[in-house]
């Protein structure tokens, strides 16, 4: 696809501390076996993204959630809560995202239902997410953290697309596979290894459900490694979205990059300047996203602070290194051009924001994961009809490689 988008939130650790819940016990000093509660099925978007259906309290809609080893909390969007009519409680409470940092309302009290379990007691803060929404083409209707992930144990198959949700205690992970301990308070810190050139640097990352690319690194943190110097690697300059708004970045690769003990080659790697300290660089060097993680099937023990990866059957999958420079968003169900990148494949081929793309090689969607898919597909030459100013046009779009 063209130039690649994800959005991310990440709430200050220090504003949420979360209850503490009494745990089921068999015998006194025992711990009981996990036993599972419930299963059910959930959705894959752009960067292997996990979406999951839910209910809140006795409002017979739908909701969709995001779920988010990023997020310190669980969240709603500001429109679900006004059409839901809850009411928002004013707090002097801050959530920091890559873009700029603001204050938040808290829906506090609700009760979200899960299919076969039900939540209750939950502070949602509350946030904007109409533009995660135009990004995954999709209505996002909150992002689902560590106030929920941290109650049980959740298994996330990504083969199955089917998750698992089990009671606290005595767990039997899968035979096999790696079990990362990682530095745990509300979001889940890991250190890996980065290879760039002769370069090697061992550093501390986000295990970042939440965010749909493969590896994203403070340009501070690049520079003081001296990651790119002497390399020959494509740095170019992309989009991103966070909280605030859009911002510029830059998309590369790194030569190899260590999750446990498993080693990816040439992973396409997002830059950013970490203008709200979102990362506290040093502590941190950046995130690992889910366009690594969804190669593994993940079992998330927060209780015991062990997250345990399988390789599945996507460990293997191509990286995407696609870049056409054309920003497409899903805008009231019509795909428009919302920005194109300077000297990009797609500025070259004449296109302009503000232009709405109707189909690509006469495939006619509102989907916006089918037209991302095609745009994937390096060294072709997509045609892709388009209307500007109420006249329709055709244009190929060349789409090259970051590599």
Request: proline residues 5%.
């Amino acid at each position: 696809m063209g130039a690649k988008a994800f959005f991310h939130v990440i709430v200050l650790c220090l504003l949420f501390i979360p209850p503490v819940f009494a745990q089921e016990t068999e015998d006194a000093g025992e711990e009981p076996e996990a036993r599972l509660i419930t299963r059910f099925p959930f959705k894959q978007y752009y960067g292997g993204v996990v979406v999951i259906s839910a209910k809140l309290n006795n409002f017979p809609d739908t909701l969709q959630f995001l779920l988010d080893t990023g997020s310190a909390g669980i969240s709603l969007d500001t429109a679900t809560c006004i059409e839901l009519g809850l009411k928002l409680t004013p707090s002097d409470k801050i959530v920091r995202g890559l873009v700029a940092s603001k204050n938040i309302s808290f829906a506090t009290d609700n009760t979200l239902h899960l299919p076969g379990l039900q939540i209750d007691s939950l502070d949602f803060h509350v946030n904007n997410y109409e533009l995660i929404s135009q990004v995954y083409g999709i209505q996002i209707d909150g992002i689902m953290g560590y106030s929920v992930l941290s109650k049980y144990i959740f298994q996330v198959d990504y083969d199955k697309e089917e998750i698992s949700i089990w009671s606290k205690g005595r767990f039997k992970y899968p035979r096999g596979g790696h079990m990362l301990k990682p530095n745990l308070t509300y979001i889940p810190v890991v250190s890996s290894p980065l290879r760039s050139g002769k370069h090697n640097v061992t550093h501390r990352y986000y295990f970042d459900t939440g965010a749909g690319m493969c590896l994203l690194l403070s340009t501070q943190f690049v520079k003081d490694s001296s990651l790119l110097v002497k390399r020959k690697a494509k740095v170019i300059p992309t989009e991103a979205q966070g909280l605030g708004g859009k911002m510029q970045m830059y998309i590369t690769t790194m030569n190899e990059f260590r999750v446990g003990s498993y080693n990816f080659r040439n992973v396409p790697t997002y830059l950013f300047d970490d203008v709200t300290n979102i990362t506290s660089y040093p502590s941190l060097a950046g995130m690992i996203g889910n366009d690594l993680l969804r190669r593994f099937n993940l079992t998330l023990n927060y209780g015991k602070k062990e997250i345990h990866l399988m390789p599945n059957t996507h460990f293997r999958d191509q990286f995407d290194y696609s870049y056409t420079g054309l920003i497409i968003y899903l805008i009231d169900n019509r795909i428009e051009v919302t920005d194109v990148i300077r000297n990009s494949p797609a500025e070259k081929a004449g296109f302009k924001p503000g232009d709405f793309v109707l189909a690509i090689n006469n495939n006619f969607t509102s989907n916006l994961q089918v037209y991302r898919d095609i745009l994937k597909n390096i060294g072709t030459r997509p045609t892709l009809l388009i209307m500007r100013d109420g006249e329709l046009m055709l244009k190929k779009l060349p789409i090259r490689s970051i590599l």
